[in-house]
């Protein structure tokens, strides 16, 4: 063997070395986790390697499409769209999709992530065309809803599930903000009147509560009052009224005593003079009894009554 020989036979050996390398690689396909490799053989779907490691046969089987299995936000491009009421609105969102069955996925349609950005859009306008204005700001989630539902019908073709649309800002055009904006300003200011008076007028009951009671309360008063003055009166008068039987009996009693009618004769006596003689000082008038001079008389007379009220 010739030194020709044998640098052709070691360069084979490299090639072969290189080549089987080559065929080593190409068979061993390492999947990594929330992923999934949709497998072709001789250009037509054979199966889905799951993550982990899987085997090709090279040239052969190839690595037709790579998705990824988790759950994907898309945002999708702004557009007007125009409410019932003939007013345009700016609407932005996002959706968040995962795919679910990767064979779906790479032959359902040719580009999965475009035709739901396009759905999402023409359902939206659809949507908001059918509400007025002040409703779309009421009825964010009726919006998300329906658009979700109208999503993950179509997506099923696709092997996408549609988890959720949010919208992200509903704008107006500037002059509509500001009527708004006045119409707020006026419901607030309305509000606050409302409140004033309702204020004002709870005032006005608690005042008219208060005066009430109080007037309640002082009749009440008044009228304890008056039980307690009549009550207080009509015990002083059992009271004289007693004390005045005791005295009575009292006299009566020292008039049967030895004396008594000497000191009874003696006391009428004195008060006769004496009532005489203030009325000489209270009046110029003096109006004198006919029988002034039987004074006497008009004792023993004034002494028979209390001979009866002494016997009797």
């Given at each position: ?27 061993i ?9 949709v497998?072709?053989r001789l ?6 390697l ?13 690595i ?35 795919v679910?069955?990767?064979m ?12 739901i ?5 023409t ?8 509400m007025?204005?002040d409703?779309t ?15 993950d ?5 696709w ?5 959720r ?6 704008t ?29 007028r ?22 304890q009052?008056q ?8 015990q002083?008068?059992l ?25 009874v004769n ?21 109006i ?7 004074i006497g ?16």
């Amino acid at each position: 063997m010739t030194f020709l020989d044998s640098d052709f036979s070691l360069f084979v050996s490299i090639i072969g070395a290189a080549l089987a390398f080559v065929i080593v690689v190409k068979s061993i396909a390492i999947v990594p986790q929330q992923n999934a490799w949709v497998i072709e053989r001789l250009g037509k779907y054979d199966r889905t390697l799951s993550p982990g490691a899987g085997f090709l046969i090279p040239f052969i089987e190839r690595i037709a499409y790579k998705h990824l299995l988790k759950e994907v936000p898309l945002d999708v491009p702004s557009q007007v769209c125009i409410t019932k009421d003939n007013t345009q609105l700016q609407v932005d969102g996002v959706i968040y999709f995962q795919v679910t069955d990767p064979m779906r996925a790479s032959y359902g349609s040719s580009n999965y992530i475009f035709a739901i950005t396009q759905l999402a859009q023409t359902t939206l306008r659809s949507v908001i065309g059918k509400m007025e204005l002040d409703r779309t700001f009421e009825e964010r989630e009726l919006i998300n809803s329906t658009v979700v539902a109208a999503l993950d019908d179509a997506a099923l073709n696709w092997g996408v599930k549609v988890l959720r649309y949010e919208i992200k800002d509903l704008t107006p055009p500037n002059e509509i903000l500001r009527a708004m904006q006045a119409q707020i300003t006026a419901e607030r200011e309305k509000r606050a009147l409302i409140a004033a008076s309702e204020g004002r007028r709870q005032e006005q009951i608690n005042i008219a509560t208060g005066e009430r009671e109080a007037f309640i309360a002082r009749s009440e008063g008044e009228k304890q009052a008056q039980i307690n003055k009549a009550q207080g009166e009509a015990q002083a008068v059992l009271l004289v009224a007693e004390a005045t039987a005791k005295a009575i009996s009292h006299v009566a009693q020292s008039i049967n005593q030895p004396g008594g009618i000497e000191a009874v004769n003696l006391s009428v006596a004195e008060r006769y003079v004496d009532a005489f003689a203030n009325l000489a000082k209270e009046s110029n008038t003096l109006i004198l009894p006919s029988n002034l001079s039987d004074i006497g008389g008009l004792i023993a007379s004034a002494m028979k009554v209390v001979d009866k009220a002494g016997s009797s």
